[in-house]
């Protein structure tokens, strides 16, 4: 069976209210889908930034914080993550798109500037926690939601796009913190969420459509169409597993990278002004990288290309390694950024594409539910590599192996969609 090809026909009926058809956008349709990228950007955001303090948070608060400590904090909000990416996407699917999304950011931006006031470190952990599971819910719902608002032709490009506001937000949060952090302490950093909840969440009550992806009809069919269940059973079960291991590795890479870079670039000499400009050049790479895996992904597909990018952020993570020159330093970190967020824009493009619309919602859940676990892994596997006195070099090798798995499995993904394939043409 073709998976692809069989999941289309639903996925054109998925949402006949936004008048989307294969020659353009209606307006109405583009400024939904600019409203979900603004609180993806949110969302990015409030993902670094815990990055772009921990330093402070270690030397400043009185919290008796240490490394392995503070990576332990900085996977609370990936807890959340997973916690809210599998029953969000699942929620997306059965109570409609909209209503999660709303609901996601105004959890996510509520508990995030409650962090500002927090008096000690469990209190900020169970905030970032319970942040996290509004960031974990919104950026499946909002792909769900996307890939039923654009044309089916420009689907892997638009989803690959919206990702860009992950690591544009990680951008904001490092371009604020140069001059914030010195000037008024740490809070300040987590008041920024303000924004979200007054300006961006009324945007979405009024621009965002209500969509409820179809359920088949008859007898238990019906009961069977949507759930985790679906995902789990011919003919996506190996599928599923691929995808979200890949997702889990990805993101291990990622999500380690955009928690610990400052930190490590601190302790390998720089002052926090210059540590902070190579998070920049991390995620500056990561919004280039959405912009060409965008492009590349339409012309070479999504998962030939992804396997690309994660081979290249593995190189590049290597590169880091052998102490090259800082101008070496800030290219090969556009690279690594390049690759591992480019990896997996990828991986939702190709997951959006790869399910039909009534599990589109939960199969994204499921990917990057599963895959954060490599979120909640990578802050406290760079803490506890340091702890060990195992040097910077020991996280870089780790987020390098990491980079480099992710490529495997989705070589394996391909190899499977492609048997599939072939198995569908031949039954015709």
């Given at each position: 069976m073709n998976h692809t090809t069989s999941a289309a026909a639903p996925q054109r009926m998925a949402a006949p209210t936004s008048g989307a058809g294969l020659s353009g956008f209606p307006r109405r349709s583009v400024l939904a889908v600019l409203v979900c990228w603004l609180l993806v950007v949110f969302d990015g955001y409030d993902l670094i930034v815990y990055g772009t303090v921990q330093g402070s948070l270690i030397s400043d608060t009185g919290w008796g914080l240490t490394k392995a400590t503070a990576g332990t904090i900085g996977s609370?909000?990936?807890v959340g993550m997973m916690i809210g990416a599998v029953f969000a996407g699942r929620m997306s699917d059965t109570w409609g798109r909209r209503r999660t999304i709303i609901g996601c950011a105004i959890v996510f931006s509520a508990f995030t500037i409650l962090c500002a006031f927090a008096p000690n470190a469990p209190v900020f952990g169970g905030l970032r926690l319970l942040a996290g599971i509004g960031l974990g819910g919104l950026v499946p719902?909002?792909?769900?939601?996307?890939?039923?608002?654009?044309?089916?032709?420009?689907?892997?490009?638009i989803a690959t796009l919206m990702m860009s506001g992950v690591p544009i937000g990680g951008s904001l949060a490092a371009l604020v913190g140069i001059p914030l952090i010195p000037a008024f302490g740490w809070p300040i950093m987590f008041l920024v969420a303000v924004v979200a909840l007054v300006v961006v969440i009324?945007?979405?009550?009024r621009y965002l459509p209500e969509t409820l992806a179809p359920k088949t009809t008859g007898g238990s069919t019906a009961k069977e169409s949507v759930g985790f269940g679906s995902l789990l059973r011919a003919p996506y079960l190996g599928t599923s597993l691929l995808f979200a291991i890949g997702t889990l590795v990805t993101l291990f890479a990622w999500y380690g990278l955009g928690t610990w870079l400052p930190n490590l670039m601190q302790l390998a000499g720089y002052n926090l002004g210059s540590a902070l400009t190579f998070a920049l050049a991390l995620n500056l790479g990561a919004v280039a990288g959405s912009v060409l895996t965008a492009w590349a992904g339409t012309r070479f597909g999504p998962i030939p290309t992804a396997i690309a990018a994660a081979?290249?952020?593995?190189v590049a993570l290597v590169v880091l390694v052998s102490g090259p020159p800082v101008a070496v330093v800030y290219f090969m970190l556009v690279?690594?950024?390049?690759?591992?967020h480019g990896t997996q824009c990828l991986i939702i493009a190709a997951v959006a594409s790869h399910y039909p619309a009534h599990l589109r919602g939960t199969a994204l859940g499921w990917a990057l539910g599963v895959g954060r676990i490599g979120a909640v892994a990578a802050p406290q596997a760079g803490g506890l590599l340091l702890a060990a006195g195992l040097g910077v070099n020991s996280n870089f090798l780790a987020f390098a192996g990491a980079a480099a798995a992710a490529a495997v499995l989705l070589a394996a993904v391909g190899i499977k969609i492609k048997k599939s394939t072939a198995v569908g043409v031949s039954n015709v």
């Open positions: 609370m909000a990936f719902s909002a792909n769900a939601l996307v890939a039923e608002l654009v044309p089916e032709k420009w689907r892997s490009t009324p945007l979405g009550f081979a290249v952020a593995a690279l690594a950024g390049v690759g591992t």
